[in-house]
């Protein structure tokens, strides 16, 4: 929306003024599951005086993004901004301030563990994590394997699986959050911008966080040295692009820190953690809708940024792409920038044994497409010093809004296909001591790189059969069990490749549904969930289906919140402790959205 250039042009110069003649009621929750709609609108309405440092008192985007969406809503509906807003239909309106704020409505009120009914009447000493039967962050260890052979819960066992408890999250929209679990408690993160410790067996809570905005990779916890009382800590970013550390046994902050000034910068996977650092993964929504020619596109570059885990002190920072450069002026004479894009979407992997990181990397948004897009990284674990960089797909240079007949000059001059590699790398020790890095593409190929001898390739399949390549392929990332590395697609099938030749193992179409969740796997079964919210799980031999349960359904819970399952679009489900656990209701697109986490255990 256009902001006129009076004396109450900007937005936070009239908020005050709009809280105080809003409405009563929080506005209701958009209906769309990611709000990038929002965002959509605020490059297309507002950016020509909210990014534009002529324009007085118009507040720059960092700065709205630091309200709440009660206060960014208010002003476009109820105050001197209500002129713009009624241009905008009701949802827009709602979206945009969810976006901006990043966070839903209510969740300041929301949430809180201390009005809970399902409070633990004691917070024992957190035991030690344990390796082998914990899954500690997204991948479960730090070589994002995905696999778990000692989490006390076997094959057999899986026909028989139940459910055992439901935790709604609190005004949520969409879970999104992948649990963690370790040292018998589950720490999970949810929209709301809540991060919640709960017992693993019972549900009941310890404590809650409220961050500053939306949580949406799994929480990492790793050993805390050199703070009094601490021992342990939780980890984890959110979508301004914070990174929070807290005390494990109480929730309480350590420290935060920002690891981006830019305001379309955000943290969406987990982070990882050794030898006292975290590792940090920062991507963008800057690719949606640049094509306006209102924004100066494109200026945001994908990162890992690598902190220390007591103090939240900034070691280094690796660059995707080399810092942005202004380049010509578009066709409304608003300056455009390059190199840009490269985001982040996965946490990164550790090689303890060659001390490097491996992450894999998004798109480009302008012309050329560096080399290091669309491609796996490897980085020094100390300096962040780049080490090689394989790319997976060239000259794919992409920005939302760019097909068809309303591509702009923004645009790139061929828009690219979008085959960010949004999936963990997967670090693997063959028989014999051989190594391998696997990792898959949207387009549907696996491929493997050889990490001790500069990342050259070793084998590069195809997984999808002819009649579903236009279906889509790999997202969120696969298992792997020393043999096998399993993959969930979006083409509505599940397929297995053999570690060692690259040869297509199996392939087992599942329903019409996208499957491209992360698939999760003990010994004899892999896991995986689908956009229609049915849990799947499969044989690893053969790729027989042996259990399944449909999470698309309401429960009760144990914390008395109305709580409705949905689909699985992005965390995989977890396996630890005896139990499985998963999140449901993250729908990306569609009506399918939830609130609630579910654990499972042999009935």
């Given at each position: ?11 936070l ?45 118009a ?33 827009q ?73 439901a ?24 929209d ?27 929480v990492?916890?790793?050993p ?5 009382g ?54 963008s ?50 300056q ?27 798109d ?18 100390k300096?962040g ?8 797909a060239?000259?794919d ?14 645009c ?70 020393g ?6 697609l979006?083409?509505?099938a ?5 570690l ?36 799947h ?67």
């Amino acid at each position: 929306m256009l902001v006129v250039a009076v004396a109450s042009a900007g937005l936070l110069g009239v908020v005050g003024a709009a809280h105080t003649q809003g409405q009563a009621q929080a506005p209701a929750q958009p209906h769309g599951a990611g709000t990038e709609s929002g965002f959509a609108v605020f490059q297309t309405r507002c950016m020509a005086c909210h990014g534009n440092p002529n324009v007085p008192r118009a507040p720059q985007p960092s700065a709205i993004r630091q309200m709440s969406p009660e206060r960014i809503y208010d002003a476009l509906s109820a105050g001197p901004m209500k002129s713009q807003g009624d241009a905008l239909s009701e949802d827009q309106r709602r979206m945009v301030a969810v976006f901006m704020s990043g966070r839903p409505f209510g969740t300041l009120q929301q949430g809180d563990a201390s009005q809970m009914p399902n409070r633990c009447p004691t917070n024992p000493p957190l035991a030690a994590p344990e390796a082998a039967r914990d899954w500690n962050g997204w991948g479960g260890d730090p070589s994002n394997d995905r696999f778990r052979s000692g989490s006390g819960l076997t094959s057999a066992e899986v026909p028989r699986l139940k459910l055992k408890w439901a935790f709604g999250y609190p005004g949520g929209l969409s879970a999104f959050g992948q649990p963690t679990v370790a040292g018998g408690r589950v720490f999970v993160g949810a929209d709301t911008g809540y991060v919640y410790s709960l017992d693993a067996k019972t549900g009941c809570v310890f404590w809650s966080y409220q961050a500053k905005g939306t949580v949406r990779g799994a929480v990492r916890i790793a050993p805390v040295r050199g703070v009094k009382g601490v021992r342990w800590g939780v980890f984890f970013g959110d979508f301004h692009a914070n990174v929070y550390g807290l005390d494990a046994q109480t929730g309480r902050q350590l420290w935060t820190t920002q690891v981006s000034d830019h305001f379309v910068a955000r943290i969406t996977a987990g982070l990882a953690a050794y030898g006292g650092k975290l590792f940090a993964p920062v991507s963008s929504s800057e690719e949606f809708t640049a094509a306006s020619l209102d924004y100066p596109c494109c200026t945001n570059r994908g990162s890992v940024v690598a902190l220390d885990a007591a103090t939240g002190r900034r070691i280094w920072t690796a660059w995707v792409v080399d810092k942005p450069r202004p380049t010509r002026k578009n066709s409304k004479g608003v300056q455009q920038y390059a190199p840009s894009g490269g985001s982040v979407w996965n946490s990164p992997t550790v090689d303890a044994r060659r001390g490097a990181i491996y992450f894999g990397t998004g798109d480009a948004e302008t012309d050329p497409a560096p080399s290091t897009t669309d491609a796996v990284l490897a980085v020094d674990i100390k300096t962040g010093r780049r080490l090689w960089s394989y790319q997976a797909a060239a000259n794919d240079s992409f920005l939302g809004g760019c097909s068809g007949p309303q591509r702009t000059d923004n645009c790139p001059k061929v828009n690219g296909p979008d085959l960010d590699i949004g999936n963990s790398p997967v670090l693997q020790t063959l028989p014999g001591g051989r190594r391998v890095l696997v990792t898959g593409t949207k387009d549907g190929h696996v491929f493997a790189l050889d990490p001790d001898h500069g990342g050259k390739l070793l084998w590069n399949i195809e997984v999808l059969p002819k009649t579903a390549r236009e279906a889509g392929g790999i997202y969120w990332g696969g298992a792997a069990d020393g043999a096998k590395v399993y993959y969930g697609l979006s083409a509505g099938a599940m397929t297995a490749v053999e570690l060692k030749s690259g040869r297509r193992a199996w392939y087992q179409p599942l329903s019409k549904a996208n499957n491209s969740a992360a698939t999760s796997a003990i010994p004899g079964v892999a896991f995986e969930g689908g956009m229609d919210g049915v849990l799947h799980a499969l044989s690893t031999a053969s790729g027989k289906e042996v259990w399944s349960f449909d999470t698309a359904q309401p429960f009760d819970t144990v914390n008395k919140v109305s709580a409705h399952g949905g689909g699985m679009g992005s965390a995989g489900p977890v396996v630890a402790e005896g139990m499985l656990f998963l999140g449901s209701g993250y729908a990306v697109v569609g009506d399918k959205t939830g609130n609630v986490l579910l654990a499972f255990a042999p009935g």
